[in-house]
T-cell receptor
Framework: DAGVIQSPRHEVTEMGQEVTLRCKPISGHDYLFWYRQTMMRGLELLIYFNNNVPIDDSGMPEDRFSAKMPNASFSTLKIQPSEPRDSAVYFC?????????????FGEGSRLTVL | QKEVEQDPGPLSVPEGAIVSLNCTYSNSAFQYFMWYRQYSRKGPELLMYTYSSGNKEDGRFTAQVDKSSKYISLFIRDSQPSDSATYLCAAGREGTALIFGKGTTLSVSS
């Protein structure tokens, strides 16, 4: 398997523009997670899905952020409108099942810069 | 207070040194504990995990958990330049998401 695939790897946009980040989890994994990483706050959970259903979105910072998982092989994280403070690396990760150790497999991240 | 606290460093050591990385956590419901390693501009990768208090050893790496004091440690013996990375501790419980510390950036000089 190719692992978790994220796109784009880099995105530079102007404040106010819509940003869409994409993720393809590892085939067969039933959990998908979106994390955001900054120097100040580290790796923070935004939202996660189980079998395409959002389970916990309490980490989504505000209504400008939305995430969808229309099928088992694709998820999007959308920011509309984007702001400079959204600049971060956004990681998608997937996992199979809930049993220990439940290793998370991360993608390489999408580095977002909002000017 | 974050559920998992970790000193971000940076930490710089000479090759061959013993490295100690530490975290504390506040949620006593956490059942398992992990260390992820992240190289520059890459995603984190699982390094070690443990389900209970005590030590777990894997080559030059030892993970230690003390549930009574809510303390998580990672020791690296005979550190190598290739160990230079960010190390993230994480804690979780069944059926929920992992909660990560901020990560400690380690640099090992040759």
């Amino acid at each position: 398997d190719a692992g978790v695939i994220q796109s784009p790897r880099h995105e530079v946009t102007e404040m106010g523009q819509e940003v869409t980040l994409r993720c393809k989890p590892i085939s067969g994994h039933d959990y998908l997670f979106w994390y955001r990483q900054t120097m100040m706050r580290g790796l923070e959970l935004l939202i996660y899905f189980n079998n395409n259903v959002p389970i916990d979105d309490s980490g989504m910072p505000e209504d400008r952020f939305s995430a969808k998982m229309p099928n088992a092989s694709f998820s999007t994280l959308k920011i509309q409108p984007s702001e400079p403070r959204d600049s971060a690396v956004y990681f998608c990760a997937s996992r199979y099942g809930t049993g220990f150790p439940g290793e998370l497999f991360f993608g390489e991240g999408s580095r977002l810069t909002v000017l | 207070q974050k559920e998992v606290e970790q000193d971000p460093g940076p930490l710089s050591v000479p090759e061959g040194a013993i490295v100690s990385l530490n975290c504390t956590y506040s949620n006593s419901a956490f059942q398992y504990f992990m260390w992820y390693r992240q190289y520059s501009r890459k995603g984190p990768e699982l390094l070690m995990y443990t389900y209970s208090s005590g030590n777990k050893e894997d080559g030059r790496f030892t993970a230690q958990v003390d549930k009574s004091s809510k303390y998580i440690s990672l020791f690296i013996r005979d550190s190598q330049p290739s160990d230079s990375a960010t190390y993230l501790c994480a804690a979780g419980r069944e059926g929920t998401a992992l909660i990560f510390g901020k990560g400690t950036t380690l640099s090992v000089s040759s």
